[in-house]
Nanobody, 113 residues
């Protein structure tokens, strides 16, 4: 059974940091490109960051320089380190395994003072 389980979300003040995790099971994690998406209320889901199976990364312009995506194939986990958070980063964050075409359940990130 495929599972992608996100964790690490929460409430943080502007300028703060959070690290999201996405633990995968039931897939061959190492060959999957992994994405982090987010969806704010009333907005479409948007791609935030990608890490390919070879370790190459890409970011949306809105998070470049503030967010870092990484992966640990020994733990079947991908991470999203989010620094210098802004209120506009508030959203539900989802991980996605491209080859498996499978979504996690999402984790809420709220940036507010």
């Amino acid at each position: 059974q495929v599972q992608l389980v996100e964790s690490g979300g929460g409430l943080v003040q502007p300028g703060g940091s959070l690290r999201l995790s996405c633990a995968a099971s039931g897939i061959i994690f190492s060959i999957n490109d992994m994405d982090w998406y987010r969806q704010a209320p009333g907005k479409e889901r948007e791609l935030v960051a990608t890490i390919r199976s070879n370790g190459n990364t890409a970011y949306a312009d809105s998070v470049k320089g503030r967010f870092t995506i990484s992966r640990d194939n020994t733990k079947n986990t991908t991470y999203l380190q989010m620094n210098s958070l802004k209120p506009e980063d508030t959203a539900v964050y989802y991980c996605y395994a491209r080859l498996a075409q499978y979504w996690g359940q999402g984790t809420q990130v709220t940036v507010s003072s």
